[in-house]
């Protein structure tokens, strides 16, 4: 079996773990503030797609990176709005933003495209090693022998968890998000916190839909996201609104992902298992995963909960 | 009916209608600009939405026929969110339900059963299957804490690539390309209310649907029991209402309705188990639509059925608009999702004012 530990799939694994656990980062700070996002899908969509168009038409990774997230900021701010100055019903504008997403993507695909024979491509980012490290054995190839975003992907996970856990400003943000009156009490500016949180947040799931592009497919389809927005969202309850824990529950979900695609173009699987079956792993995956850890998950305490600081509850 | 509306009624009914007029008006101001961004004229634009889908008969049998699984699509979502419960996975349970319908047409094939039995016989394993799909997320929530959110969007991509298996392998029809099935049965086809435009009788069976689901939620004590969890789940658990039983009564329930919708696609649209059924890719699907649509409906049968015709009409509508000037489908996922936060925002207007 060694085709289980093959290089080339933990590699894979690598570049299909980036997407998930970057917007699941995203989704953390958000529902560590107390908002819970169940629009991340609809955000994660327009992501890519601003990702692709801003990289396409600009010429340059760094501009759709920052395109995609400014989207992202942008959709994420409008959820705010409801959710903590309306004090609207979470899920419901939630859903209304997934929507709204959903209708966007293509909506400014064609706007800006056009319709064309053959869709427009862009480059999907190739390999930098990274000198010494990337001559270990095994371990180096895989991890450091990949593309910048998957660097930053490492970065990004180590500063969230610190900036969560080891600064003043994480540990107010998550009072926000378990007790809003004591934090109020204690002169935090939950509304401000929260609002700030959401936009962080926004910018990192419209980061992870540019990865999409820019990583995996190197072009902009409908289905492009097909619903890691929303594994994004349970790897949050995986990882127990943490970030190191979320970032072993993506890597499992990617190389789930990542063995599918490996052992589907393999011809001798092909025909012992229809494709189909293997695709449906990770969801299946993540049902089994959702079964095992969900009773056991704390959510932060004021979780869908709009703060009123006149009310007296 | 209780005699006249008093007064409070009234300024409620004026302030909804208000409410939605201003969302409406927002979202024909957004229809407005994306006509103009895609090159079209406004005044054609709105003309042939209606055209399409009203103005001929056979525009008119397509508007039913798509009413018909948004209708259902939209009560599943309205009737689980009555009771506190978001049922994501309508696709699924759609799918689902078209899967039973055709087992039971390609299963059944050889007793050469009359329609009015093998027709009612699949629509009921059509359901049965969808029922199975909603109880999976119901007994997951029950029994694990998992949230039935997850789980139905979940097992939307498992039935996708289940329907993907049936309609590429054991049932395909070679002749007709891939994802796509062998014809079912003609005596398992649903009967046609217009013949000559090709409009089934699913939109009647729909209908009748909503009119049970209202006389459930408002005349029965389950009704009574499952608006007591989704108004206040704490209240109704002190109240006695075993908040378990009332979710492994709702999710199936949930995907019935839905499930019935896949297997009257199957039965009377498609008559063939097909990848797509629920809507392209990047077009509106019916489960992302029924959502909104049951805000939109205030999760009220009646509600439903009128915002089920609306999108229904659009739905067609924006079809020959993406035929015309190139508008893609899912712009109707746009007018939607502005309705709703429109709506949202004048209902939390009046909330914090008071």
Not at chain 1, 238 to 261: E, I, K, S
Not at chain 1, 269 to 276: D, E, N
Not at chain 2, 153 to 166: G, H, I, K, S, T
Not at chain 2, 231 to 254: E, H, K, S, Y
Request: charged share 10%.
């Amino acid at each position: 079996m060694g085709f289980v530990f093959d290089i080339s799939l933990l590699q894979l694994t690598m570049v299909m773990m980036a997407p998930l656990i970057i917007a699941c980062l995203g989704e953390i700070i958000i529902e560590r503030s107390g908002i819970l996002n169940v629009g991340i899908e609809g955000i994660v969509t327009v992501g890519s797609v601003a990702g692709f168009l801003g990289t396409f038409m600009m010429g340059s990774p760094v501009l759709g990176c920052l395109t995609a997230m400014m989207a992202g900021g942008i959709l994420s701010l409008l959820l705010a709005y409801f959710a903590i100055s309306m004090r609207a019903n979470q899920i419901v504008v939630g859903l209304g933003i997934f929507v709204l997403g959903l209708g966007l993507s293509p909506l400014s695909y064609r706007l800006a495209v056009g319709v064309v024979q053959s869709p427009p491509q862009i480059k999907t980012l190739s390999g930098v090693p990274v000198p010494l490290l990337g001559n270990i054995p095994y371990v180096g190839e895989v991890l450091f022998r990949q593309n910048i975003l998957v660097y930053l992907t490492y970065f990004l996970v180590a500063a969230v968890a610190f900036f969560l856990f080891k600064t003043p400003l994480g540990l107010r943000l998550r009072s926000c998000g378990e007790n809003p009156r004591a934090a109020d009490s204690l002169g935090i500016n939950v509304t401000a916190m929260r609002y700030g949180a959401c936009v962080v947040g926004g910018f990192f799931l419209g980061l992870a839909g540019a990865y999409l592009p820019l990583l995996i497919t190197g072009t902009f389809t409908d289905n492009l996201v097909n619903g890691r927005g929303w594994l994004a969202l349970m790897l949050v309850i995986f990882g127990r609104w943490m970030p190191l824990w979320a970032f072993l529950g993506a890597l499992l979900f990617a190389y789930v992902d990542a063995f599918q695609f490996k052992v589907s173009s393999l011809p001798q699987m092909a025909k012992a298992v229809p494709p189909q079956f293997l695709l449906m792993l990770p969801y299946v995956f993540a049902m089994l995963v959702l079964v095992k850890v969900a009773s056991g998950a704390e959510a932060p305490r004021a979780l869908t909960r709009p703060y009123d600081r006149e009310s007296r509850e | 009916m209780k005699g006249a509306w008093s007064e409070e009624d009234r300024r409620h009914a004026a302030a909804l209608a208000a409410t939605y007029a201003a969302a409406a008006a927002l979202a024909l101001l957004a229809a407005a600009l994306f006509i103009l961004a895609f090159g079209g004229s406004i005044r054609v634009a709105f003309a042939t939405v209606l055209q399409a889908s009203l103005g001929t008969w056979g525009g008119f049998a397509q508007t039913l026929n798509k009413f018909c699984p948004l209708l259902l699509g939209s009560l599943a979502v309205a009737f689980g969110m009555r009771g506190g419960h978001f049922n994501i996975g309508v696709d699924g349970q759609i799918y689902a339900g078209a899967i039973g319908m055709a087992a039971v047409a390609f299963g059944l094939e050889g007793l050469n059963l009359p329609w009015p039995v093998f027709v009612p016989l699949g629509i009921l394993g059509g359901v049965l299957a969808g029922a199975f799909w909603g109880l999976i997320p119901g007994v997951l929530r029950v029994r694990y804490r998992v949230s039935e959110i997850f789980v139905t969007v979940m097992l939307n991509f498992v039935a996708l690539y289940l329907v993907d298996y049936l309609a590429n392998g054991p049932w395909n029809d070679p002749l007709a390309g891939d994802a796509i099935t062998v014809p079912i049965p003609k005596s398992a086809v649903l009967p046609q209310m217009l013949p000559k435009s090709g409009g089934h009788m699913g939109p009647l069976i729909a209908l009748a649907a909503a009119a049970g689901i209202y006389f459930m939620m408002s005349r029965t004590i389950i009704g009574y029991e499952i608006r007591a969890v989704g108004d206040n789940p704490t209240a109704a658990r002190f109240g006695g209402i075993n908040i378990n039983r009332i979710t492994l009564v709702i999710m199936p329930v949930c995907g019935a309705l839905s499930g019935l919708a896949g297997a009257i696609e199957v039965s009377g649209f498609h008559q063939t188990l097909l990848l797509g059924l629920t809507g392209p890719t990047g077009a509106p699907n019916y489960g992302a639509m029924s959502i909104l649509i049951a805000v939109i409906g205030r999760r009220h049968p009646l509600g439903v059925i009128l915002a089920a015709a609306v999108f229904a009409i659009l739905m067609v509508g924006s079809d020959s608009l993406q035929r015309s000037i190139g508008l893609p489908g899912s712009a109707v996922f746009v007018f939607q999702a502005i309705i709703v936060l429109t709506v949202l925002y004048v209902e939390a207007r009046r909330q914090l004012s008071t």
